[in-house]
């Protein structure tokens, strides 16, 4: 009995550690170079696009940043992590989204009065969940998760956790090459700025928007979609 509940102290004890560690950062993870933008308690460094102050839409609930979903449809409810821009950098940000939800990690971001929302400009790391979409329409390949949206379709057995469930997402973006990943595995992979970048940007739907991926550097931003979405150990490192 001694030795079974000295078992149960030890696997309470490393369950513990394991949960307080989100939003810190290693000893490794330092020396190497990585940034928290997130510090689990507060809302610091962060704002609404286009805005001075951190949103009403937007809480801080049990060591995560969550969207609350407030947002009618694509614009109006997205936050910007303002206290720097990044030019060729690695993302990571753990993420959890609610049933049917949409929304997206964006990056390269330009703000100003004649952009209404990040994706006039950025780049889009895509989250919705692609098994209860409830529309309208059909989801397109291009509109799945972890897709480059409207750009590069991320492939069918990507290793995608449902709704409610969290996923890690990581982003690397250098000028030589631009690479996306889902749970550990590489989902999209392209050159910015490429000749097939260039088509791909100018025949479909960035047609609309003459500035969409035109920036070197930005800002860092999340999508509120109207539905609820969560994120967590956020933190990012230069290249």
């Known amino acids: 009995m001694k030795t079974f509940s000295i078992i149960i102290a030890l696997t309470f004890s490393l369950t513990t550690m394991a949960q307080s560690a989100d939003n810190t950062l290693s000893k490794a993870e330092k020396k190497a170079g990585w940034k928290l933008l997130f510090d689990g308690k507060t809302s610091n460094g962060w704002r609404g696009f286009n ?10 609930e049990n060591g995560t940043l969550k969207g609350l979903g407030t947002a009618h449809g694509d614009t109006g409810g997205d936050i910007v992590y303002g ?13 959890k989204i609610s049933p049917g939800g949409n929304s997206g990690i964006f990056y390269h971001t330009a703000e100003g009065p004649q952009y209404k929302a990040p994706y ?3 780049p889009e790391y895509q989250l919705i969940d692609d098994n209860n979409w409830p529309g309208p329409g059909k989801l397109e390949d291009w509109q799945k998760t972890a897709c ?9 057995n990507k290793k995608l956790k449902p709704a409610g469930e969290w996923n890690t997402t990581r982003i690397v973006f250098t000028k030589a090459k ?3 990943y889902l749970n550990g595995q590489l989902t999209v992979t392209f050159v910015p700025w490429s000749e ?10 960035w047609t609309s928007f003459p500035d969409y991926g035109k ?7 999340l999508q509120d979609h109207g539905s609820p979405t969560w994120f967590k150990n956020i933190k990012i490192r230069k290249l």
């Open 120 to 122: 006039a400009t950025a």
């Open 51 to 60: 805005k001075t102050v951190f949103p009403t839409g937007w809480e801080i």
């Open 178 to 180: 631009v690479e996306y």
């Open 148 to 156: 480059d949206y409207a750009m590069y379709v991320a492939p069918e």
């Open 196 to 205: 097939d970048w260039t088509q791909r940007r100018n025949s479909g739907k």
């Open 83 to 95: 206290d720097e821009q990044f030019e060729d950098f690695e993302l990571s940000i753990d993420w």
């Open 215 to 221: 920036f070197k550097t930005g800002l860092i931003a």
